[in-house]
């Protein structure tokens, strides 16, 4: 009687799983109206889910990421999400030990609030601060609910490759416990990319419970803006310039040296300048190199309101994207999706065997999109010249997005991220039922 008794329950479970609206909880530093990637990623995601009718919090920080003196509300409803931000320190990212304690910060206060907070159906976690997919693999443990990582970069992976850790210290072995700890609780693992799924399965992590899901473009707004274009040239004095843009978060996993470089080799020429938007701990190196050799094409900008994206995109005649060698797997540049779906042309800088490589070979037109490694500066110098040479002032065509653009669109990953999560309730039905049967 009690395993009829289970099994009606467990099917009545299953009938509901696919009507019932789920409790999901979102974990991540930064969020909506903070306009860094990861942010702008996971607004997209929680608004996928609440659109569908889920139950949808997000836990994040008050502070800005980039910029610690911006401020946001404590809580607030917006498009039916409940944002709880969470009182953290803000040292600024200009030192190691800075940022660690901007993380450690949330992550008390993290803790602090996970343990008054009710169990939910699922738990997505991302890498910001890095393990905090630790705090919600124990949330879950001791709650219920599931797991979902979305490995947005890999720590403490990131920090060996750059120096920060040795990988034999014992810092570095507590930390990749931690997160051998959270994948292994995780029932769904989101890597981006190939390099970064097989980074996760050689930790010992079954292959079956990653799955690969780019980020995506932001194509209900993101698209050439003509008007933009020239609105944003306008305002910062570049309408006759051919402008060579880098834009998003400056990192040392994506080092500008060759870049720079190639700057400095072109500042004899008025015709070219060369545009860095955004934040991140290098971008005050960018300042200090080109007033350092005096150049006087080099132009700094804060990150711009997510408005002004497709303007801002539009403004650059050439986008360049960088990844550091070594770091295949372990980071994922993402600005390139809406590079594509803008039509722009880019020049990527970084090892060829990776993603954005592939990206590169699978260009259709010739020219629009081209690869040079770390160090080659002359020929960076070559193809921007090359590029400002055909250059007519005022004009640009509007160009079409490569046809496999839309692979990468929010239209095409959004449901399929969201079916993830929702595939969790199911799969877990299933083996309960599978378990039941064979009782």
């Known amino acids: 009687m009690s395993l009829l008794r289970n099994r009606r329950n467990l099917r009545i479970q299953s009938e509901q799983a696919t009507q019932t609206t789920l409790r999901v909880l979102l974990l991540n530093q930064c969020f909506w109206p903070d306009v860094v990637a990861t942010a702008q990623q996971l607004t997209g995601v929680a608004r996928g889910l609440a659109e569908r009718g889920h139950s949808v919090t997000v836990i994040t920080s008050r502070r800005g990421y980039d910029d610690a003196k911006l401020r946001f509300p404590a809580r607030e409803r917006w498009h039916g999400i409940d944002i709880i931000r969470l009182p953290t320190i803000g040292l600024g990212k200009t030192s190691r030990w800075r940022r660690a304690l901007n993380f450690a910060s949330f992550s008390a206060a993290c803790v602090c609030r996970l343990a008054i907070l009710r169990r939910q159906d699922a738990v997505v976690a991302l890498t910001s601060p890095p393990l905090i997919s630790w705090l919600a693999a124990l949330f879950t443990r001791l709650k219920g609910g599931r797991l979902i990582f979305w490995v947005m970069d890999l720590n403490p992976d990131e920090a060996i490759a750059a120096g920060w850790l040795k990988p034999d210290s014992a810092a570095a072995k507590i930390l990749s416990a931690l997160l051998k700890s959270s994948m292994r609780h995780a029932e769904k693992i989101i890597a981006l990319d190939r390099f970064a799924k097989q980074r996760i399965v050689d930790k010992g992590i079954r292959e079956s419970s990653v799955a690969i899901i780019p980020p995506w473009s932001h194509d209900d707004s993101v698209r050439f803006d003509r008007e933009g274009r020239e609105g944003f ?87 360049i994207v960088i990844m550091g060698d070594g770091y295949q797997g372990i980071v994922h540049p993402c600005k390139i999706y809406n590079i594509l779906a803008v039509g722009s042309p880019f020049l990527y800088i970084g090892p060829i065997e990776s993603h954005l490589g592939e990206i590169v070979s699978r260009h259709p037109e010739q020219g629009k999109a081209s690869a040079a490694q770390h160090g080659q500066v002359d020929a960076v110098v070559a193809s921007i010249g090359k590029r400002a040479d055909s250059f007519v002032s005022g004009r640009r065509d509007v160009a079409r997005p490569p046809a496999f653009a839309h692979e990468f669109s929010s239209r095409t990953l959004l449901p399929q991220f969201i079916a993830q999560i929702e595939l969790t309730e199911r799969e877990m039905i299933a083996a309960e039922a599978a378990k039941l049967q064979s009782a």
Do not use: W
């Not at 880098?246 to 080092?255: E, I, K, L, R, V």
């Open 233 to 319: 040239r306008r305002r910062h004095n570049l309408s006759e310039k051919f402008v060579v843009m880098y834009a998003g978060n400056h990192s040392p996993c994506h080092p500008l040296d060759t870049l720079l470089e190639a700057a400095k080799k072109l500042n004899a020429r008025d015709d070219i300048v060369f545009c860095f938007v955004g934040g991140g701990s290098e971008f005050g190196k960018v300042e200090e190199f080109a007033r350092t050799n005096q150049l006087r094409n080099v132009r700094g900008l804060p990150y711009q309101p997510q408005s002004e994206l497709p303007g801002l995109l539009s403004a650059a005649d050439l986008h």
